[in-house]
Each structure stands twice: as structure tokens, then as C-alpha cells.
């Protein structure tokens, strides 16, 4: 079982502090957002999945001799090559989506696919000696456009990214290649329907490229953005309430789906209407910030922490049994305990203490309610008990 402690503390650091251009482009999407994302690949994947089966049987009629490409193609072997491959692509991708794996990898790999397919067929006209039709192609360039659009359904920015630039690499690659192999201003290879070639054309298909690259980043930036405003608290930068119980309630049902445990923490700062008394409103939400980031610091990126209410919080730990999570715990308890808080106007550090109530799905209840209201209860039993305790089965 993995500790439930990071080997490092930049767990959720992009709520301490502000992150830089390169870290909100280059960052990986909330666990919800990517499992959105996920979950559209089904549809996607039976897409493209239709689409190549309808690109394989057109080569393949006019290879049997039913000429349904007849005089545009007098060889179709080069195209129905580069089909049967993209087939077997997206066979694959159709298939790890239907059997739930590769979440991480997954969006890359599809949206590659999509890029690369465009590629092959602009790829198969230099195969067949036409190049023009490679680099003035009205129909088959458009769908890199579609191909990059797409990305922003992974709510992944990293995606959008990789997959811009390898759009941009691999048609500037096939420019490159005609431009090098061929003498492109030949009549053999520019007839009139084409036009003639021209660098100024190619460079602002590249721009366009990289343009729809940017465009699609933002947007995914951007919804991102929006998205974690909505579920965060304002104050301390944690999930708040209404996440939480998303999150509680899909845990739950992962638990049960694939055998594993779910801790569940209350946490309650003990005596926090005393502590605002004495110190005022300021140091109370010094207070609230140092826990807080005690709490971010402590957990992996697949656990969720979320303040549940005035000094309450609550955590989540997947994989975790009652066990390493009162263990897990207690350590918390003992680092708030020990944490100084230096407030204006007063020559000693303020000191606090938490409570803690665990619980654990499904052991301790069969639906995520049951779970949530047992780990409250065992948080109150700690009060009851003293406070400044972790409250775990007897």
C-alpha cells in the first residue's frame, strides 16, 4: 500500500503561491476534470473508429475493382496501406479506453492519433507523386483544425499542446519533403487546379496551426480556471463543501468497484471561538490558514481536503485503511500541536490542537453518508474524551 504522505510538500502548491505562465500551461488537470476528459474519450474513440473504417473501405473498393475511385486514384495500395494502419491505431485506442486503462496517458495518445492520421493521408499524395495535393490540399488540411479543437475536450492543456506542436512538425515536415523532392513549379506537378507553390502560403498554414494550438491551450486554461474558483474556498484555498461530497461520494463508489478502503477524517480546531476571543479575527483566520496549509502540505494529489465548514475540515485517502490513516493522523495532530503562530501585538506565539474523527469505507458504512456521519461521530467521542485526539474504532 502507498504511504499517504508525499515524498515532497508541493502537493497543491498552486493555492500557497502564484504559479508562473509555463506552470498553469504545462499543469495536470484536477482529478474530476480528468476523468471528464476520460470519459469523453468513448465517444471520441467510436468517432474516428467510423471515420477510418469509411476511409479503409474506399481504397479497398477501388483495389477490388469496383472503382469507386476510379481516375483519381490508379493506384490505391499507398492509401489503403496508410487505412489499414490508422485502423489498427484507433482499434487499440478504442480498445485501452473500453477496458479503463491508460487515464494518464490516454488523451495524448488519442489526439496524436488524430494529428497523425491527417498527416498520413496529406503523406500518402507524395507517395503517389502528386505533391501538390499534399501542400494545397483544401479538404484534408481543415481536419488538423478539428484535430486540435478536440483536445480541448480533454480539459488537459499539456494535450492541447503536444499535439499543436506535432501538427505543426509533421506538416512542416511533409512541406519540406515536397518542396525538397520535387520541383514544384514544374508543370508536371503544378497543373492549373492546384496552383502554383508558394512559401508565403505554407508559412501561414503553420501559423494558422500554431494559432488554433494557442487558442485551444487558453480555453482549457481558462475553464480550468473557472472551474477550480468554483470548487475551491476563497479563504484557504481547500475544496470546499459542495466538491467535497462529489469527490466523497465517487470515492466511494471506486472503493466498492475495485475492493479498496476510503478514510474519511473530520477535523475540528478545538476551542477556536476561545482562540478568536483572545486574539481577534486576525489571528483566528491565522489560525484557519496555518492548519490549512498543514493539511495541504500532508497528502497526496489523489486525496482531497476540503474545509467543511467555520474551523471544521474534512480529507479523503484513497487506498487507506483505519490503520495508516489513524497512524496518518495522529501525525497531523502532533504537527499542529507543535506549530507556533506568530501574532502582532503579542510577545508569545498563539499554540492550537485539533480533534480528529476517522472513518473508513465501506467498514464503517455502506454508503458515503453513513461513512461521513461515523467519522463525525467518533469526532465528537474525541471532544467528548478531552479533545486534542484522534477518535478511531476501539
Known amino acids: 500500500m502507498r504511504s499517504a504522505v508525499p515524498t515532497s510538500d508541493n502537493v497543491f502548491t498552486d493555492h500557497a503561491a502564484a504559479p508562473g505562465l509555463w506552470e498553469r500551461l504545462w499543469q495536470r488537470p484536477e482529478s474530476q476534470l480528468s476523468d471528464a476528459g476520460f470519459h469523453g474519450e468513448m465517444l471520441v474513440a467510436g468517432v474516428r473508429l467510423l471515420v477510418v473504417l469509411i476511409l479503409v473501405y474506399i481504397p479497398a473498393d477501388e483495389y477490388l475493382g469496383a472503382g469507386f475511385w476510379s481516375g483519381t486514384s490508379r493506384d490505391p495500395r499507398a492509401l489503403l496501406t496508410a487505412a489499414v ?5 484507433s482499434l487499440l485506442i478504442y480498445s485501452a479506453v473500453n477496458r479503463n486503462w491508460g487515464r494518464s496517458w490516454i488523451g ?14 496529406l503523406g500518402v499524395f507524395l507517395v ?11 479538404v484534408i488540411f481543415p481536419a488538423y483544425f478539428l484535430a486540435i479543437a478536440a483536445t480541448s475536450l480533454r480539459y488537459d492543456s499539456r494535450v492541447c499542446l503536444v499535439t499543436g506542436s506535432l501538427a505543426v512538425a509533421e506538416y512542416g515536415t511533409i512541406v519540406f ?15 492549373y487546379r492546384h496552383g502554383m507553390f508558394s512559401w508565403d502560403v505554407q508559412i501561414a498554414r503553420l501559423v494558422a496551426l500554431s494559432a488554433a494550438t494557442l487558442l485551444a491551450t487558453t480555453i482549457v486554461v481558462r475553464a480550468r480556471e473557472l472551474r477550480t474558483m468554483s470548487s475551491r474556498d476563497r479563504f484557504t484555498g481547500l475544496l470546499n463543501r459542495a466538491t467535497l461530497d462529489e469527490r466523497l461520494r465517487r470515492g466511494c463508489d471506486y472503493a466498492q468497484a475495485m475492493g479498496t478502503e476510503l478514510a474519511v ?4 480546531i478545538d476551542h477556536f471561538k476561545r482562540f478568536n476571543d483572545t486574539y481577534g479575527h486576525a489571528g483566528g483566520d491565522e489560525a484557519l490558514r496555518r492548519v490549512s496549509d498543514i493539511l495541504r502540505r500532508s497528502f497526496r494529489e489523489t486525496d482531497a481536503v476540503a474545509r467543511y465548514g467555520g474551523e471544521e475540515f474534512c480529507v479523503l485517502l484513497t487506498d487507506v485503511g483505519i490503520q495508516q490513516a489513524g497512524s496518518l493522523f495522529e501525525r497531523i495532530r502532533r504537527t499542529v500541536e507543535a506549530q507556533e503562530i506568530p501574532l502582532s501585538g503579542w510577545p508569545e506565539p498563539a499554540r492550537l490542537t485539533v480533534s480528529i474523527g476517522v472513518a473508513v469505507f465501506p467498514g ?12 463525525d461521530r467518533r469526532l465528537y467521542e474525541a471532544k467528548l474524551a478531552g479533545r486534542n485526539r484522534v477518535g478511531t474504532p476501539a
Open 128 to 138: 503517389l507523386d502528386r505533391p501538390h495535393e499534399a501542400v494545397n490540399n483544401a
Open 177 to 191: 519533403l515536397a518542396q525538397h523532392f520535387w520541383d514544384l513549379d514544374s508543370p508536371v506537378y503544378a497543373p
Open 265 to 268: 477524517a473530520m477535523i475540528d
Open 108 to 121: 495524448f495518445a488519442s489526439s496524436m492519433l488524430d494529428v497523425t492520421l491527417v498527416s498520413g493521408l
Open 85 to 89: 494502419a490508422a485502423l489498427v491505431g
Open 364 to 375: 464503517d458504512g455502506a454508503t458515503p453518508r453513513d461513512v461521513l456521519e461515523r467519522a
